[in-house]
């Protein structure tokens, strides 16, 4: 079960080098607990309280880990891979083809508690598993900081590491390799020079940015107001629940009802979109099932069919998957609820906005790149303009709408540009990935990168017999957006 309850609420995905921001506690964590708490993944010590010899005559051989501690990781079978639930989420598992195992860990840049968490995970696995190599995402050579090892004592080295990854001058990994004595390898996966030109994009994307981020401000002002005289209470109804999902006023789940009650009420086919129903499916048997009984062994026969029925759909519910269902069925929801041209006009509207906004701030997930990519004539200012300007006159609404488009449309391809290479980077994290695990002659490895990456290398990965373990670190406090870019840069 410790699969299968994944990260459902809030905790998708976001910005292109992935933060997860999620509540402290998922709905679905505390579901696990009260219906099975010994289900509950063994949780490792923590960090701070594993003793380690206080020590800065360090030898790497003495640190090697105890043999009955040392175990050999069965790389033909991710699917046994667990962290602490204290610390992160198992959210993906794959059995590939050529025995060898890459447990990415989704990359949180600037963010304290998830760096930490981050340095925690790598811990468990170290300690569980025997895992030495650790891939990283922004760097190019095996350079790390082991050699402060031998500069202070332990705990003095883990007091000044911890000052580094509050101010993000270190990341998760790197606190790790300064604060403790465990046997690491590191390797950076990047090209140096792919790298460096993604990191000028960002730097060209920041001089126009809060131009483009007003003007797209003040569109999406004049598209509400619009939307409030032609949308219909049922588009209403769903364009308030997305903002209040967005916004974190709802859960996932809560919003994925109030889409399941327009399916309802509208009668609209959603066969393909098999882990949306079984998500509203697992909602309905939790009503019907007396968990306390279940785990008493109090309950009756039909009790007892009914949780078996839920435990299977259970094992038939991929997050990854759900994630990427939900923009196509957004899109045949609000298809069929739409009562004319000008309402589905401005649909296509809000959502580039939304998705420009989201792309500006670098904070997009990776199916809403894939629509602006198969959707980029929708990506036009002046055609958004155009068209709430008449609207505006037609409902004598007398809107102020910005004049200056070319804000957006003269920095579309520097935007695009800089998520293109996104993609290429993962190409080359795939390659080096290989080339590393057969240098140190190891069929194991921990990649770090940040979740955007996720659905391309979790694709190559695939293509290439590799079997994954997908780790999202735990997230309960945002990040600061001015850290978290001057973090990138530095990188």
């Keep these: 079960m410790s699969r299968i309850f994944r990260i459902l609420t809030a905790m998708i995905i976001v910005i292109t080098v992935g933060i997860s921001l999620s509540y402290a506690e998922t709905i679905w964590e505390k579901r696990q607990k009260a219906i099975n708490p010994e289900a509950q993944p063994k949780v490792e010590q923590k960090a701070e309280e594993i003793t380690e010899p206080d020590t800065y005559d360090y030898d790497e051989e003495d640190m090697a880990m105890p043999a009955e501690e040392n175990i050999a990781l069965d790389a033909s079978n991710p699917f046994d891979i667990t962290v602490p639930a204290a610390y992160g989420t198992v959210i993906d598992s794959y059995k590939g083809t050529n025995g060898k195992l890459i447990i990415h860990i989704q990359d949180a840049h600037a963010n304290y508690e998830a760096q930490k968490n981050e340095a925690n995970i790598i811990e468990s696995l170290i300690n569980s598993y025997g895992i030495k190599l650790v891939l990283q995402e922004g760097g190019s050579t095996d350079a790390n900081f082991k050699y402060l090892r031998t500069w202070a004592p332990l705990e003095e080295r883990k007091e000044k590491a911890d000052k580094l990854l509050r101010e993000a001058v270190i990341t998760g990994e790197e606190y790790l390799t300064i604060a403790s004595n465990y046997p690491m390898d590191f390797q950076g996966i990047e090209d140096k020079n792919l790298h460096d030109t993604q990191t000028n994009a960002m730097w060209e994307i920041d001089t126009f940015k809060d131009a483009a981020l007003e003007y797209v401000n003040k569109v999406s002002d004049v598209a509400q107001k619009v939307k409030e005289k032609l949308y219909s209470q049922d588009l209403l109804s769903l364009d308030k629940a997305r903002k209040d999902y967005e916004n974190e006023k709802i859960d996932l789940l809560a919003y994925y009802k109030a889409l399941n009650d327009l399916v309802q009420k509208k009668t609209i086919n959603i066969d393909e979109f098999t882990h949306f129903k079984n998500l509203i499916k697992i909602d309905d048997l939790e009503k019907k099932i007396d968990f306390v009984k279940i785990n008493s062994d109090t309950a009756t026969d039909e009790q007892k069919n009914l949780y078996e029925e839920y435990q299977d759909t259970l094992k038939n519910l991929n997050v990854s998957e759900l994630f990427r269902e939900e923009s196509p069925l957004e899109s045949k929801i609000l298809g069929a609820i739409s009562e004319n041209q000008d309402q589905k ?74 998520f293109g290479i996104a993609e290429e980077r993962d190409k080359v994290f795939v390659n080096k990935t290989g080339d590393a695990m057969e240098k140190d002659n190891v069929k194991t490895a921990v990649l770090i990168a940040g979740g955007f990456h996720t659905p391309k290398l979790t694709q190559l990965l695939n293509e290439q017999g590799y079997s994954y373990v997908v780790i999202s670190p735990k997230v309960t406090t945002p990040t600061d957006d001015t850290l978290y870019r001057e973090a990138l840069k530095r990188k």
């Design 345 to 418: 006009e401005l649909i296509k509207i809000s959502k580039a906005l939304s998705i420009l906004e989201k792309m500006l701030r670098i904070k997009l997930v990776p199916e809403e790149y894939e629509y602006f990519l198969n959707n980029k004539k929708d990506f036009e200012p002046r055609e958004w303009a155009d068209f709430l300007k008449k609207k505006s006159e037609e409902l004598s609404l007398n809107l102020d709408i910005p004049s200056n488009s070319y804000a957006i449309s003269d920095n579309m391809p520097k935007l695009e540009k800089f």
